[in-house]
């Protein structure tokens, strides 16, 4: 099954503020962009998406993500994350009807596509799934297969409020890069110690990070 994915992203402006004690207003905007950059580069590596849709109204990361071969869909209705990924996901599905889709968070910058792969074809096999992150209380990817609504019910503890809206939580190990967003310093060395990519590691090397080589 081939996927297309949603990755939604605020302003960078607003982006990663609990990041606040790793790095300063300054570096924040470009960090989430280096995030999102890795995100998206990976996931369009995959062999199971065929396309990626960046959900944002900001025009530098509408920019740079269409780039690298995103398709840019508007932050619509602006009635928060759950309506802009319904919207994005009806946006989709009026071209290609029997669309699988999947929301992806954007701040993934470990992801690995042969491990996002292992995660959508177990996603195929459920009417809707997700994968909760790396604390265990939120969710990192949720998917619904063609014929299905996608539900999006992200926010505070996400993963009990996907399992209580019916979709199966996928229980794979080995997929660690999928699991692991960075909201947090402890996040971001979390996500260091994987392996980012190119972006995020030019980014946080401007930055002075406990526990890191050199600091």
Request: include cysteine; charged fraction near 20%.
């Amino acid at each position: 099954m081939q996927w297309t994915l949603l990755v939604p992203l605020k302003a960078l402006a607003r982006a990663k503020s609990r990041l606040a004690d790793t790095a300063g207003d300054g570096l924040r905007p470009g960090l989430a962009l280096a995030f999102a950059q890795d995100t998206v580069a990976a996931a369009l590596a995959c062999a199971a998406v065929r396309s990626v849709a960046v959900v944002t109204d900001d025009s530098l990361a509408g920019r740079e993500l269409a780039a690298l071969g995103a398709r840019i869909v508007p932050d619509e209705p602006e009635g928060g994350l759950n309506a802009a990924l319904a919207h994005a996901a009806s946006v989709v599905r009026s071209r290609s009807p029997e669309s699988a889709v999947a929301a992806l968070n954007a701040d993934l910058p470990a992801l690995r596509p042969l491990e996002l792969a292992r995660v959508l074809d177990a996603a195929a096999e459920f009417p809707r799934s997700f994968l909760p992150d790396a604390a265990a209380i939120g969710t990192t990817l949720l998917a619904a297969v063609p014929g299905r609504e996608l539900l999006p019910a992200f926010g505070t503890a996400s993963r009990a409020r996907h399992r209580a809206s019916g979709a199966v939580e996928l229980g794979l190990d080995a997929v660690d890069s999928v699991r692991q967003d960075v909201d947090t310093g402890d996040d971001l060395r979390a996500a260091l110690a994987l392996g980012v990519g190119p972006r995020t590691a030019a980014a946080a090397a401007r930055l002075l990070i406990p526990g890191q080589p050199g600091c």
